[in-house]
């Protein structure tokens, strides 16, 4: 059920004449009968009354359920930013010119989407002829905000928005100096992924609306200024910077990031933003990023975003890594000193092919990005590290699949989620990424690995810059490769995978020979045949490790667990990913030696990635008392998205 007080249904939903109408046209607004039906709004009364049938037909292909905009009746085409980071106050302020497009002979308001915006001041019309306008916000729901109602004089084309976000916007975290490598600056950086743009931007909140963007951003003169458009690396810090973003993206890849930070080239067309004293290591351990993108190129068509850049942030950012356009945002918990975890970087970049220039047109279809860009990441890893490293990282992105099978409801399942009522945020899960990919791995065994390269690259040409649907995927299937492949392809085959829960029966199932030979040596030493130091680990990579302890059984002895430690020093790991294998098997068997360690962990990292299933087990696991300290210690540093997913698990907000 929507919560919303404001609901844009798609073309075939059919007015009604509600009360809400009815008091929008007493109060001198637009009548119900000046509305398109692809525009009518809905009361939550009306909602919760249709709701049995709504949900039994199952959402509508191209619905955007999580946005307030009345997108049939406008489209923003373009945004002009001109903003000021106020670091005392932790506001971002200014103005927000908006150039839109009419879809409809009437003037409706135009609804925006917004989430706790102080609005002092709105106008509009044409070009630079601006006059002020009546503006007025709804009813506030939790998961979507508020909506911003906006009365424009007919034939205005442009909206000019002044405004400031609030100090709790869930799109920005401000950090202290004390809170970044360097100690000696504040830092400041934007998360707009699901609908959080709209915390510090009033615009169109949908992944398929898609503008370009224009940015002059006003800072301390100390402090860089960088965005997800065209940053020169060779700007000098003073204070005002100029953004230019000319490809048209969806509000989510709208980024910034202000702070003490400098540049390092790793190759023509590649480099790193960074603190000074994580500047070096970051540029070494990313050194292949090069690579990959001409690798890429070569399989699945030209890099169209000029340059690929890489920024790493402090470690409070809730994610490994956040696909940016032409700078992807990077957790420094991957930097481990051998490249064991550069797939992270691998991810982001194919998702300058899948999901940034082919976007999903709602959270429901996140598959679309997610799925594709696994799958290229998979390819990628292979094409610059080998066909063993391939193989653990399938093998390993199985395993998370299936782990988060065992973990969730049919309804949560399904690639093409039923998320109405619910925040998108939940959307994210291994089933979109994992489930995604191993339906194309599958594609790729019937038709054969350069059909399905081949397939891709027409497919990225084909929607360039595009939002699409579900649907629109499978009705391009039918056009193409279910032609091309009619005995090796089956359409109820493929509704089943995108459509139903679990994974279909004969579906791929990825191993690794590095994996299977670690099966019985652990085995081994579980059984008492052989000590923790007679297991010969030189060689081993990362993902022999997870997959060593990640396949250990729920209990371990206290001999066990100290026998490990000792051995091979688990607890103090500089290896994020093996330190959280250990950490959650030390939870589970409340370990205490590695409990300052955990406390650590849970302190100075911010990746949910980490934090969620560690404090999960915490409350599972009779330590409860301890998740809500260490909690409430780490959260004025965490971000607003991970104050609140891990608030959930602790506290059952």
């Not at 970044?180 to 504040?186: D, L, S, V, Y």
């Not at 579906?507 to 130091?533: C, H, M, V, Y």
């Not at 589970?588 to 990292?605: G, M, S």
Request: proline share 6%; net charge negative; hydrophobic share 35%.
């Amino acid at each position: 059920m929507l919560t919303a007080s404001l609901v844009t249904l798609s073309a075939c939903g059919k007015p009604a004449d509600t009360d809400a109408a009815k008091q929008e046209a007493a109060a001198g607004e637009e009548s119900a009968s000046d509305i398109p039906e692809s525009a009518t709004k809905y009361t939550p009364e009306d909602l919760e009354k249709s709701a049995p049938m709504a949900q039994k037909a199952g959402p509508e292909s191209g619905v955007d359920y999580h946005s307030f905009a009345n997108t049939n009746d406008y489209l923003i085409k373009h945004v002009g930013l001109d903003l000021t980071a106020d670091f005392d106050n932790k506001v971002l302020k200014g103005e927000a010119i908006l150039d839109i497009q009419r879809l409809t002979r009437k003037n409706p308001a135009l609804i925006l989407d917004t989430r706790d915006l102080d609005i002092t001041n709105v106008r509009a019309g044409v070009g630079n002829s601006l006059q002020d306008v009546k503006f007025s916000l709804g009813k506030t729901d939790p998961n979507l905000g508020t909506p911003l109602k906006i009365n424009l004089p007919k034939g205005a084309s442009r909206v000019a928005i002044q405004y400031q976000t609030s100090p709790g916007a869930s799109g920005v975290q401000w950090l202290e100096p004390q809170q970044t490598a360097g100690k000696k600056h504040p830092f400041l950086f934007t998360q707009a992924q699901a609908i959080h743009a709209r915390s510090f931007i009033p615009l169109q909140d949908s992944p398929k609306v898609r503008v370009t963007y224009k940015a002059t951003i006003r800072t301390p003169e100390e402090l860089l200024a960088v965005m997800s458009a065209n940053n020169d690396p060779e700007t000098e810090k003073d204070g005002v910077y100029e953004f230019e973003m000319p490809q048209p993206i969806p509000s989510y890849l709208i980024a910034l990031a202000i702070g003490n930070l400098e540049f390092k080239p790793m190759g023509e067309r590649t480099g790193v933003y960074a603190e000074p004293e994580l500047l070096d290591a970051a540029a070494a351990e990313f050194e292949d990023t090069e690579d990959m993108l001409e690798v890429t190129e070569k399989n699945y068509g030209p890099y169209r975003w000029d340059r690929y850049d890489l920024l790493i942030l402090p470690p409070s950012f809730p994610f490994g890594g956040m696909e940016n356009p032409r700078l992807s945002f990077i957790t420094p918990t991957v930097i481990a000193g051998d490249k064991s975890l550069v797939a992270l970087i691998a991810h982001e970049l194919a998702h300058s092919w899948s999901g940034n220039l082919i976007t999903n047109a709602s959270w429901r279809d996140l598959w679309l990005n997610e799925g594709f860009t696994t799958y290229l990441t998979n390819r990628i890893m292979q094409f610059v590290y080998g066909d063993e490293r391939y193989q653990m990282e399938m093998a390993l992105g199985y395993d998370d699949l299936k782990a988060d099978l065992d973990d969730r409801e049919d309804k949560d399942e399904i690639m093409a989620i039923d998320l109405r009522g619910r925040d998108p945020d939940e959307v994210f899960s291994n089933i979109p990424y994992e489930k995604g990919s191993l339906f194309l791995y599958e594609l790729e065994q019937k038709i054969g690995r350069a059909n399905f390269d081949q397939f891709l690259m027409d497919y990225f040409n084909h929607f360039a810059f595009q939002s699409i649907t579900t649907e629109d995927f499978v009705k391009y299937l039918d056009e193409t490769l279910l032609k091309q492949y009619p005995d090796k392809l089956d359409r109820a085959r493929i509704q089943q995978w995108i459509f139903e829960p679990g994974i279909p029966e004969g579906a791929p199932q990825p191993t690794s020979d590095a994996f299977t030979k670690l099966d019985p040596i652990r085995q081994q030493w579980l059984n008492g045949e052989i000590k923790a130091s007679d297991i010969d680990t030189d060689g081993w990579t990362f993902h022999q490790w997870k997959y060593f302890l990640d396949g250990m059984p729920e209990k371990l002895s206290e001999d066990q667990l100290a026998e490990l430690d000792s051995t091979f020093d688990l607890t103090q790991s500089k290896n994020n990913e093996i330190a959280f294998s250990w950490l959650m098997i030390a939870v589970r068997n409340q370990y205490k030696p590695a409990e300052p360690r955990l406390e650590d962990f849970l302190v100075t990292i911010g990746r949910n990635k980490f934090l969620r299933p560690l404090y999960r087990n915490m409350m599972v696991h009779g330590q409860s008392d301890s998740a809500k300290r260490i909690f409430e210690k780490a959260k004025p540093g965490y971000h607003p998205l991970t104050v609140k997913v891990n608030s959930k698990i602790i506290y059952g907000d």
